[in-house]
């Protein structure tokens, strides 16, 4: 006969298993989202919190780098004989290392797409500065038409693939491991021509 555990520790399990989850879900979330139009170009502006678990906290203090994934679209909305249809006019996707380094516990965080590297005291510096983009270009603005309906959707995860082996077979596993702010999407509003 197959165990089946009593209902009390089952219901125990399951309330630990979903609040890590819902810890997981928090772990990266947008305080501030918002379009601006700066030198002709359509940019964003961002501030991202970080609150990650202990366990993603304690592998960076042991020197193991850990991969953000920033993926922004800008899509055009349109209604075509009554369905919506997206249509993705730029996309964006970059990666940003951080990791721990020297006796002193210094943190660094390498930007992928623009190769810019930049050192921190603190782990609270290193992460605030990676949950803030100010005026980060996406297209020019002379592309974008007037008369359409524009909107940004972002998103930023830690990415588990690039994780070393032992880490990665645990983060398919552990909820602490899959953080994603999910997609957020705000609307654009196109400055008034004229």
Same mark, same amino acid.
């Given at each position: 006969?197959?165990?089946?555990?009593?209902?009390?520790?089952?219901?125990?399990?399951?309330?630990?298993?979903?609040? *890590?989850?819902?810890?997981? /879900? *928090?772990?990266?979330?947008?305080?501030?989202?918002?379009?601006?139009?700066?030198?002709?170009?359509?940019?964003?502006?961002?501030?991202? !919190?970080?609150?990650?678990?202990? @366990?993603?906290?304690?592998?960076?203090?042991? !020197?193991?780098?850990?991969?953000? /994934?920033?993926?922004?679209?800008?899509?055009?909305?349109?209604?075509?004989?009554?369905?919506?249809? %997206? @249509?993705?006019?730029?996309?964006? %996707?970059?990666? +940003? &290392?951080?990791?721990?380094?020297?006796?002193?516990?210094?943190?660094?965080?390498?930007?992928?797409? *623009?190769?810019?590297? @930049?050192?921190?005291?603190?782990?609270?510096?290193?992460?605030?500065?990676?949950? +803030? #983009?100010?005026?980060?270009?996406?297209? *020019?603005?002379?592309?974008?038409?007037? %008369? /359409?309906?524009?909107?940004?959707?972002?998103?930023?995860?830690?990415?588990?693939? /690039?994780?070393?082996?032992? #880490?990665?077979?645990?983060?398919?596993? %552990?909820?602490?491991?899959?953080? !994603?702010?999910?997609?957020? &999407?705000?609307?654009?509003?196109?400055?008034?021509?004229?």
């Amino acid at each position: 006969m197959p165990f089946s555990p009593p209902p009390l520790l089952a219901l125990c399990l399951f309330l630990l298993s979903y609040s *890590n989850f819902a810890f997981s /879900k *928090n772990a990266i979330h947008f305080s501030y989202l918002k379009e601006v139009f700066q030198n002709e170009q359509l940019a964003l502006n961002a501030v991202v !919190d970080f609150k990650l678990p202990e @366990q993603v906290l304690d592998a960076i203090q042991h !020197d193991i780098p850990i991969l953000f /994934k920033t993926e922004i679209v800008l899509f055009e909305k349109r209604d075509f004989f009554g369905f919506q249809i %997206e @249509q993705t006019q730029k996309k964006i %996707e970059y990666y +940003t &290392e951080l990791y721990a380094y020297g006796v002193n516990r210094y943190y660094v965080l390498y930007n992928h797409r *623009n190769h810019k590297r @930049q050192t921190f005291p603190t782990l609270k510096n290193a992460l605030q500065t990676l949950g +803030t #983009l100010q005026a980060l270009p996406v297209v *020019n603005q002379s592309v974008l038409d007037p %008369e /359409k309906h524009y909107f940004f959707k972002i998103r930023i995860s830690l990415d588990k693939w /690039k994780l070393p082996p032992p #880490l990665f077979i645990e983060a398919l596993i %552990e909820t602490y491991w899959q953080l !994603d702010s999910d997609w957020q &999407e705000i609307t654009i509003q196109l400055p008034k021509s004229g």
